[in-house]
């Protein structure tokens, strides 16, 4: 087991900040430029970052807490971070993706804030017998991705897997749910949000048809990834996702779970073992170098830098489809 995230110093950075933002009740300084006017909307990571732009258009500042190329999981947050998510127009965020933001939400006014993990339908990651040996052997629920059932009700996202934006149609509708919020808040521009949604809305049905039919006919249907992000995409495109971390990407796989992936490689006749862009793909040319397999790229676009395949999600799900019509042996 890796050390645990630093959560104890980050509540002391929480619980200093909103000290000082109490006792200093008008800051000043955050990027949304003109004083008065209303602050950006600040969201929590790319794929919402990116939908918002999309659906603004430029009519609102936009701005997002996680920085191009870091690790989206383990985010730690400043103080003058904490700062601006409070002086926010509108938090955007998917709670149960990112504990430092999940953490620093609780200070911001609740009227201001829009947590989209319930309209992503997120359903809790997929456990099989080659990842995790050891942990909770809950094996159910993977194969009924589809209706999203609420599963246990109440708020235990921890367990849920956050990547929705990798199904397009779960990313359409978190689209849509952010376009109502901004559209309730700011009537003025809901027309000109709602034509961009629909616009966005367009271009994601185009990409999920363009995976669908891409992805329609392989030979191989196990997906060996290194961390757990494609579950919503191998639920969608008729894939079995198998990680060899686990749904986030810090997890380090036991000798045994390797020992497991191996097998099943072999044993499925899987050719294509994936890594990412982020995070350090040994475990992946581990997996590979024991048998056989080749290690392609797929990005699970957590954040675009220059590393990335493509200048936007638009672009990396592209360049993903033809990862995989390869590496799955698609006709
Ligand atoms: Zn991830």
């Given at each position: 087991m890796p050390?645990?995230?630093?959560?104890?110093?980050?509540?002391a950075?929480?619980?200093?900040?909103?000290?000082?933002?109490?006792t200093?009740?008008?800051?000043?300084g955050?990027?949304?430029?003109?004083g008065?006017?209303?602050?950006?909307?600040v969201?929590?990571?790319?794929?919402?970052?990116?939908a918002t732009?999309?659906?603004?258009?430029?009519?609102l500042?936009v701005?997002?807490?996680?920085k191009?190329?870091a690790?989206p999981?383990?985010?730690?947050?400043?103080?003058?971070?904490i700062?601006g998510?409070?002086?926010?127009r509108?938090?955007v965020?998917?709670?149960g993706?990112?504990p430092?933001v999940?953490?620093a939400v609780?200070?911001?006014?609740?009227?201001?804030v829009?947590d989209?993990?319930?309209?992503?339908?997120?359903?809790p990651?997929?456990t099989?017998d080659?990842?995790?040996a050891?942990?909770s052997?809950t094996?159910?629920e993977q194969?009924?991705?589809?209706?999203?059932?609420?599963?246990?009700?109440?708020?235990d996202?921890?367990?849920?897997d956050?990547?929705?934006?990798?199904d397009p149609?779960?990313?359409?509708?978190?689209?849509?749910?952010?376009?109502a919020?901004?559209?309730?808040?700011?009537?003025?521009?809901a027309p000109?949000?709602?034509?961009?949604?629909?616009?966005?809305?367009?271009k994601?049905s185009?990409l999920?048809?363009e995976?669908r039919?891409?992805?329609?006919q392989?030979r191989?249907k196990?997906l060996?990834?290194?961390?757990a992000?494609?579950?919503?995409?191998?639920?969608r495109?008729?894939f079995?996702?198998?990680?060899?971390?686990g749904?986030?990407p810090?997890a380090?796989?036991s000798?045994?779970?390797?020992?497991?992936v191996g097998?099943?490689?072999?044993?499925?006749?899987?050719?294509?073992?994936?890594?990412e862009?982020?995070?350090?793909?040994?475990?992946?040319?581990?997996?590979?170098e024991s048998?056989?397999?080749?290690?392609?790229?797929?990005?699970?676009?957590?954040?675009?830098?220059?590393?990335?395949v493509?200048?936007?999600?638009?672009?990396v799900?592209?360049s993903?489809?033809?990862?995989?019509?390869?590496?799955?042996?698609?006709?």
């Amino acid at each position: 087991m890796p050390a645990p995230p630093p959560r104890r110093v980050l509540s002391a950075v929480v619980a200093a900040t909103a000290l000082a933002l109490t006792t200093a009740a008008c800051g000043s300084g955050s990027d949304s430029g003109s004083g008065s006017a209303a602050g950006a909307v600040v969201t929590s990571f790319y794929p919402i970052q990116f939908a918002t732009q999309q659906i603004t258009g430029g009519a609102l500042p936009v701005t997002v807490l996680t920085k191009p190329g870091a690790e989206p999981h383990d985010l730690e947050l400043a103080p003058q971070d904490i700062g601006g998510l409070t002086k926010a127009r509108l938090v955007v965020y998917a709670d149960g993706f990112q504990p430092a933001v999940d953490e620093a939400v609780v200070l911001v006014d609740p009227t201001k804030v829009l947590d989209v993990a319930d309209v992503a339908k997120l359903v809790p990651a997929s456990t099989d017998d080659s990842d995790h040996a050891g942990e909770s052997g809950t094996e159910t629920e993977q194969h009924d991705t589809a209706d999203g059932h609420d599963g246990h009700d109440g708020h235990d996202h921890g367990a849920d897997d956050p990547h929705f934006w990798l199904d397009p149609s779960r990313y359409a509708a978190v689209a849509q749910a952010i376009s109502a919020r901004l559209s309730k808040d700011d009537p003025a521009n809901a027309p000109v949000y709602a034509k961009n949604t629909a616009i966005f809305v367009e271009k994601l049905s185009a990409l999920d048809e363009e995976m669908r039919v891409g992805l329609q006919q392989c030979r191989v249907k196990e997906l060996v990834t290194s961390h757990a992000a494609f579950g919503y995409l191998a639920a969608r495109y008729g894939f079995e996702q198998r990680g060899i971390t686990g749904v986030s990407p810090e997890a380090e796989p036991s000798a045994t779970a390797l020992k497991a992936v191996g097998d099943l490689v072999r044993s499925a006749g899987v050719t294509t073992i994936y890594q990412e862009t982020l995070v350090e793909p040994h475990f992946a040319q581990t997996v590979a170098e024991s048998t056989g397999a080749k290690v392609a790229t797929l990005d699970p676009i957590e954040g675009i830098t220059s590393a990335s395949v493509g200048a936007d999600y638009f672009e990396v799900m592209r360049s993903n489809l033809v990862a995989l019509r390869d590496g799955q042996e698609c006709s």
